[in-house]
Every structure is written in C-alpha cells, then in structure tokens.
C-alpha cells in the first residue's frame, strides 16, 4: 500500500510517517504540508492513498481532494482519507463531497488510521466512529455534499477565496496560479456577485466560517 501524507504540522505529519512505514506492505512514497503541491505529488507518484489534512494553507484539502479526482485518470483515482481535527460534520460532508472515502479525527489512536486503510482499500467508506452525528454524514453515496454557499464557486475561484482570505495580494495570487491579475480581479468581483458580499474582509469572513482556509474566526 503506497500512501501519500498531506499535512502542515510537520511534526504531527512525520510521526505519522514513521508509525505508517513500521506496518508490513505500508510505505509512504512521500510527504508534503500543503494541498498545492499534494495534488502534484499525485500526479506524479500515483499513490494507492492520500492522507489528506482538511485545514492547510494555499490549497485546503477539500479542494485539493476535488483537484486530485478531476486530475486522475479513469480507474486510476487514489483513495483519499481526510485527516482532521474538525469533528463538524460540514468538514466531513465536504470532504466526502470532493471526492474522499475515509474521515479520520486526529485524536484517534494509530490503529484507526489502519482501520481506516483497510476499509478503504477494500472498497468501503470509513467515517470515525466518534464523528458527532455520524449516521448522518451525507456525500458518500456519489451526492455533491458541499457548503450552500460555496457550492456557487467555481474550483478557480475557491482557490483564489482562500488566497485572498489568507493576504495574498492580487499580483502574487496571480504568480501562484499562473493567470493575470485581471483575470483574478475578475474572478474577486464574481464570487462577490455571486455571494452578496461587498469586501475583501466579508469574503475572508465567508471562507473561514465555510472551512475554505484554516485561518481562525476573529473574536471581536
């Protein structure tokens, strides 16, 4: 089983490296901490699994996972598993909703996230047993669990939601993402249209409370 990790707590994510390579028929191929270069790494060394992090910078995991689906070949899609500290079941429907099999809390013990392995390689949906609510997860059955509101957005511009949301400029969302800034602005002014939202700091509100970026909610 040749898996994949994606999280940004380096730590967290190499002492999970090394309890995954101490299992007979486990390795992990390779490690990253954000979801941009996850969806690459996918690509490029088509892991059976992907441990994937809800909550990362630049590209979270919901969309990394969506991006990771719509990249891979016919047949050939990993299975993901969200790895999280989010035990909301929005987190877990959106999760499920882009493409993932397995919802796995972060304060489980080890042997879950084997248990977890096991299910999905044999084809199951593994939803951790102490999710609140979890009899009713919905978005494994093939429905589209996503957000009410940002199922409105297009892939590119939930991107740039959390880019925008996290300070990045107009100039450096335009680098990371290899297109103009007018076409940035652009997108800006649509998902502005398209969510009743009138600033830059309604729109940073929007995506924190929607799960879009792991930033945290002010408190004033």
Same mark, same amino acid.
């Given at each position: ?20 390579? @101490? ?6 191929? &390779? $490690?990253?901490?954000? !979801?941009?270069? *996850? %969806? ?15 909550s990362m910078p630049d590209l979270n995991g919901i969309d990394a996972t969506r991006q990771i689906m719509t990249n891979a070949a016919p047949g050939k ?6 790895? @999280? ?6 987190? &877990? $429907?959106?999760?499920? !909703?882009?493409? *993932? %099999? ?118 004033h």
């Amino acid at each position: 089983m040749r898996i994949l990790i994606a999280d940004d707590h380096q730590m967290f994510r190499q002492g999970l490296r090394l309890l995954l390579d @101490s299992q007979p028929d486990v390795e992990v191929i &390779a $490690e990253t901490g954000d !979801g941009r270069s *996850a %969806v690459q790494l996918a690509v490029e060394q088509s892991p059976d699994v992907v441990v994937m992090d809800v909550s990362m910078p630049d590209l979270n995991g919901i969309d990394a996972t969506r991006q990771i689906m719509t990249n891979a070949a016919p047949g050939k899609a990993p299975k993901v598993i969200a790895l @999280s500290a989010h035990s909301d079941q929005h987190y &877990a $429907e959106q999760m499920l !909703g882009a493409g *993932a %099999v397995g919802y796995v809390l972060k304060h489980a013990a080890f042997p879950e996230m084997m248990e977890a392995l096991s299910a999905v390689m044999a084809g199951k949906i593994y939803l951790s047993p102490t999710l609140p609510n979890v009899g009713k997860v919905q978005g494994h059955g093939g429905s589209e669990a996503v957000a009410p509101g940002t199922n409105k957005l297009s892939p590119r511009e939930r991107e740039i939601l959390q880019l925008l949301a996290e300070g990045k400029a107009m100039k450096e969302i335009a680098s990371v993402l290899n297109v103009s800034i007018k076409t940035v602005e652009t997108h800006r002014r649509t998902m502005m249209s398209k969510l009743g939202l009138y600033s830059v700091a309604e729109l940073t509100k929007y995506a924190i409370r929607e799960g879009v970026t792991s930033l945290e909610m002010p408190t004033h």
